[in-house]
């Protein structure tokens, strides 16, 4: 919907809007700020509501005001959407049509395969990765550390950096023991 395009205070609207369920009225304002007020009839009212009934529009500016639809057990509807710019000074009317919206077909077609267990030979569903377990995960990890911690030690060369060492090499350990045990 424009406002001011052509005058001050012009509303200008739609004949008519058909839709089937909540919707959005954009207010376009091409000249000064005004007010704008927006009004349900009782049929639309009934069904719908608007987020805030008046909103002041700065100029040269959009707007975007919410129509929310709850009532569709009672589609379809018609009725009017009033505007009225400048408390007044120009009203408008939009013929709103609300209809039920179609219905959705959604099947699934279902093989009787699915109604029996699977059999003991079927894999369950699953990773296909060549890593079956996180514990190979975790004993590949310690190896490293291991080795990692080992090369360091007879590089550096420092008693610090071998008790290191036996520290990540006696926590590997522990691990594989949890693994196994658990």
């Keep these: 919907m424009h406002l001011n395009r052509a005058e001050l205070h012009a509303v200008e609207v739609p004949d008519s809007f058909e839709t089937t369920g909540s919707f959005e009225i954009e207010l376009v304002n091409h000249g000064t700020s005004l007010h704008v007020h927006l009004h349900l009839d009782d049929a639309l009212s009934a069904v719908a509501d608007v987020d805030a009934a008046n909103h002041f529009i700065d100029g040269e500016s959009r707007r975007v005001v919410r129509v929310h639809v709850d009532g569709h057990e009672a589609l379809p509807v018609r009725g009017k959407l009033k505007v009225a710019s400048a408390y007044g000074a ?93």
Excluded at 146 to 164: E, F, K, Q, R
């Design 90 to 182: 120009q009203t408008r009317y939009v013929d709103v049509e609300l209809t039920e919206p179609e219905e959705e077909r959604r099947s699934v077609e279902v093989d009787e395969s699915l109604a029996e267990p699977p059999s003991e030979s079927e894999p369950e569903t699953g990773s296909s990765s060549p890593v079956a377990s996180p514990e190979l995960v975790v004993l590949a990890f310690g190896i490293l550390a291991v080795l990692a911690a080992g090369g360091i030690a007879l590089v550096v060369d420092s008693t610090l950096v071998i008790a290191g060492a036996v520290v990540v090499l006696v926590g590997v350990l522990v691990a594989i023991y949890l693994l196994l045990v658990g």
